[in-house]
Nanobody, 123 residues
Framework: QVMLVESGGGTVQPGGSLRLSCVAS????????MAWFRQAPGKEREYVSV???????ITNMSMKGRFTISRDHNKNIVWLQMIGLDPEFTALYYC?????????????????WGQGPQVTFSS
């Protein structure tokens, strides 16, 4: 069993930045890929960025240049740095961890999920 605890969500002004963090505990040695997904109101969950055990990354093209994923294997932490945000990025942002070989962007391939910190905007 793996537990994921996220932090760093909140309210940001348009054009602002946030960094989300996710710490894995428990059987974190079984984790291969870690990822961030988001779910906006009334929409399906979509991937933001994925990072494999070897450091290979896949970032959603619609978010490339604004979102950067990074990972510390030793500390079992993954971050999502977000810059130049605007209200279209309002969503719940979920950290996830998978144990399958290879890097995947499909939510069903991820076994463990965090609680999903909210990112919202103030005018």
């Amino acid at each position: 069993q793996v537990m994921l605890v996220e932090s760093g969500g909140g309210t940001v002004q348009p054009g602002g930045s946030l960094r989300l963090s996710c710490v894995a505990s428990g059987r974190s040695d079984t984790i291969t890929s870690m990822a961030w997904f988001r779910q906006a109101p009334g929409k399906e969950r979509e991937y933001v960025s994925v990072i494999g055990r070897g450091g290979g990354r896949i970032t959603n093209m619609s978010m490339k240049g604004r979102f950067t994923i990074s990972r510390d294997h030793n500390k079992n932490i993954v971050w999502l740095q977000m810059i130049g945000l605007d209200p279209e990025f309002t969503a719940l942002y979920y950290c996830s961890a998978g144990t399958r070989r290879g890097t995947t962007v499909t939510p069903a391939d991820y076994t463990y999920w965090g609680q999903g910190p909210q990112v919202t905007f103030s005018s």
